[in-house]
C-alpha cells in the first residue's frame, strides 16, 4: 500500500505539471499512448497473437503527432491520410509471416491503435477545444479530477456499501453502491470546478462528469475483460503498485472520445 500511495503521489505530480505547458502536454501524452500501446501489444501476444508492433507504433506516433501539429501550427488534417497506406501494409507484411492465425495478428494490430491512440488523440484534442489552435488546460484538467473523483468515490462506497455486483462477470469487485457513489463524489467535484473555470456553466460540467462516471467504468470494465480473456493480471509493472499505465488510464480510453464529442457539440453549436 505505502509503494503504491508514494507511485501514486509522485505520478500524480508529473502529469499535472505536463498540463501547464503545451508543449510538454503533447510530449507527455505523445509518450504515454506509446507506452500504453506496447503494452496492449505486449498483453496479446501472451494468447498467441502476434500484432504487427512496430508498424502500429509509428502509425500511432504519427497520428498523435499531426493531431498536434494540426492544433499548434493549423497544419492540414487531409495529412492524416498519409498514415492510411501505412496502417493497410499490415496486409502485405502479413503476407510473408508463417502464421496460423493472420488475420488475428491483422485484426489486434488495428484494434490496439484504435482502442488506444485515437482515445488519447480526442483526450489531447481537449487541450484546444475552446480555442483549436491555443492551448487550455482548463478541460484535460478537470477531466482527469472527475475521473479520479470517480474512481475513489467508487472506492469508498463500494468498500463501505457495496452488496450489489455491477458487472461479476468482469469485475466482481464493482458495486452499483460504489458507481453511484463514484457519480455524486464526481458531481460535487464538477461544481468546484464551475465555480473555477467559468468558460462552461455548472450543468454542462455536471453533464460531463456523469458521461466520465458512466464510460470511465465501461472503460475499466473493457480492459478487465481484456485481461481475464489473456488471464493476465497487469498490463504492465511500470508503476508499482498499480501496474502498468494501460491499467491506470483504462477509463479514459472509452470515455475521452465520448466527452470530446458532448463539449464540441456544446461549445460548437
Known amino acids: 500500500m505505502k509503494t503504491r500511495a508514494i507511485t501514486a503521489f509522485f505520478f500524480t505530480i508529473v502529469m499535472l505539471a505536463s498540463l501547464l505547458n503545451g508543449y510538454a502536454f503533447t510530449g507527455f501524452y505523445l509518450v504515454l499512448s506509446i507506452v500504453a500501446l506496447l ?12 500484432p504487427h508492433r512496430n508498424i502500429g507504433i509509428f502509425a ?18 487531409k495529412y492524416l491520410l498519409l498514415i492510411v497506406p501505412l496502417i493497410f501494409s499490415v496486409f502485405i507484411f502479413e503476407l510473408y509471416k508463417k502464421n496460423k492465425i493472420p488475420f488475428a495478428n491483422i485484426s489486434y494490430t488495428f484494434v490496439g491503435f484504435i482502442y488506444v491512440t485515437i ?4 483526450f489531447f484534442s481537449l487541450g484546444f477545444l475552446v480555442d483549436f489552435h491555443v492551448y487550455n488546460f ?3 484538467l ?12 467508487a472506492y469508498l462506497f463500494g468498500v463501505r456499501f457495496g452488496k450489489n455486483r455491477l458487472f461479476e462477470r468482469h469485475s466482481p469487485k464493482k458495486s452499483w ?17 464551475s465555480l473555477q473555470f467559468t468558460e462552461m456553466s455548472a450543468a454542462v460540467w455536471g453533464g460531463m462528469s456523469v458521461l466520465i462516471v458512466c464510460f470511465g467504468t465501461l472503460g475499466d470494465l473493457v480492459e478487465s475483460m481484456l485481461k481475464r480473456s489473456l488471464d ?6 511500470f508503476l508499482p503498485g498499480h501496474g502498468g499505465f494501460l491499467d491506470r488510464f483504462d477509463g479514459l480510453l472509452i470515455a475521452a472520445p465520448v466527452v470530446y ?9
Open 232 to 237: 493476465t493480471k497487469d498490463s504492465g509493472s
Open 142 to 153: 478537470a477531466f482527469l479530477l472527475l475521473l479520479w473523483a470517480s474512481d475513489t468515490g
Open 261 to 269: 464529442v458532448y463539449l464540441y457539440l456544446i461549445l460548437n453549436p
Open 177 to 193: 453502491e460504489g458507481f453511484f457513489g463514484g457519480m455524486l463524489t464526481s458531481l460535487v467535484v464538477s461544481y468546484l470546478i
Open 39 to 50: 503494452e496492449f501489444y505486449k498483453m496479446v501476444k501472451i494468447g498467441g497473437i502476434r
Open 119 to 122: 482515445p488519447f488523440c480526442f
Open 138 to 140: 482548463h478541460l484535460p
Open 60 to 77: 500511432a506516433s504519427v497520428m498523435f503527432s499531426l493531431t498536434a501539429a494540426y492544433h499548434f501550427f493549423q497544419f492540414e488534417l
